[in-house]
């Protein structure tokens, strides 16, 4: 088959880095964490992969003979965004950091974000929780019809609309215009994102139709060069949107982990000579960014569930990395993304795995698909191919 399949378990961090403290995530470790709080966790397929040789994990168990190699990955690009850690396990080192507004958006800014759009006013303009904005002021821009806007310790500006108040077409005409003529040069947020939701005063609920939209990146990805080099390039989920559609063959579009895992699966049974890059967000945005521990686990055992289902489909010929792109500790005091190491586990099929160490950038798994697909590249990192 000859396909590299790449699934990024948004938000599944593994331990502090370094310099966590400059981000106050002192501590924060999201596997850990949970399985403390749980009192163990229950994943037996990610435990014969060799999740539990990366770091003690309560519940998993290291493995004398671990079904894939395992590690873990040092993020150098500064921040913790969804954006910076796609790109670095895309090879890049994103030299400057997103700005953010922690205290929300300047009023300077609204105001050509307002001229830009042509609408009449916004709500809120302040750093919160997406479930819960929508709670207090879902109301609100129901009968005024202004869109709520609100960020985080991330780089986003995002926008909550009813889809029957403002529809799903318009909202997205809103995020496009902001990302054109809005959030440009020092303002250029990492992502603005289109945060849909439906429902009556007291059960107001987020809908799957949410849309990113990111920046193209500084220079050429793995993506990119695989597609210069008649590389077939799929991504599924939001890996589209995080890499603004460069260097993307076939953009698989999703709604779910569930509706992602089919898609890998799909392409693992009739695709060949492809790179296949994933990302399955609902523990980010579910579970990591509701501080709900439990919720998070259930969502790993059931891509845990899915694991022999996914491996059944590969040969010897092909390679899967399972890895993430920064951490989210639904244990943590905030809602906010992790400065976290992510795991790293590197399956192929009838070898035994081995200790593939601290890696000393995500960049190694841009390198590692290179390697694989021989092509030459200007792309940070190290290869673990054949380690």
Known sequence: MNNFFIIVLDGIGIGELPDAKNYSDQGSNTIGNMANRLGGLNLPNLEQFGLGNIIPILGIKAQEQPLASYGKLTEISPGKDSTTGHWELGGLKVEIEFPFYPDGFPQELINRFLNATGLKGVLGNYAASGTEIIKDLGAEHVRTGYPIVYTSADSVFQIAVHEEVIPINKLYEICTIAREKVLIGKDAVGRIIARPFIGKEGNFIRTTNRKDFSLDPPSPTILDYCLNEGIETYAIGKVNDLFNYQGIKHKLKTKSN??????????????????????????????????????????????????????????????????????????????????????????????????????????????????????????????????
Not at 310 to 324: G, K, S
Not at 325 to 338: A, E, F, K, L, R
């Open 258 to 387: 569930q509706e992602g895992i089919e898609k890998i699966i799909e392409t693992a049974k009739n695709v060949k000579e492809s790179f296949i890059f994933t990302n399955l967000v609902d523990f980010d945005v579910y579970y990591g960014h509701r501080n709900d521990p439990e919720g998070l686990h259930n969502a790993l055992k059931e891509f845990d569930t899915r694991l022999p289902e996914i491996v059944n489909y590969l040969d010897e010929t092909d390679r899967l990395i399972i890895t993430a792109d920064h951490g989210n500790d639904p244990t943590d005091i905030s809602t906010d993304h992790t400065r976290e190491y992510v795991p790293l586990l590197y399956y192929r099929k009838n070898i035994q795995g081995k200790d593939l160490g601290t890696r000393k950038t995500f960049s190694d798994v841009a390198q590692t698909v290179a390697h694989y697909f021989k092509i030459n590249n200007d792309l940070k990192g190290t290869s673990f191919l054949n380690e």
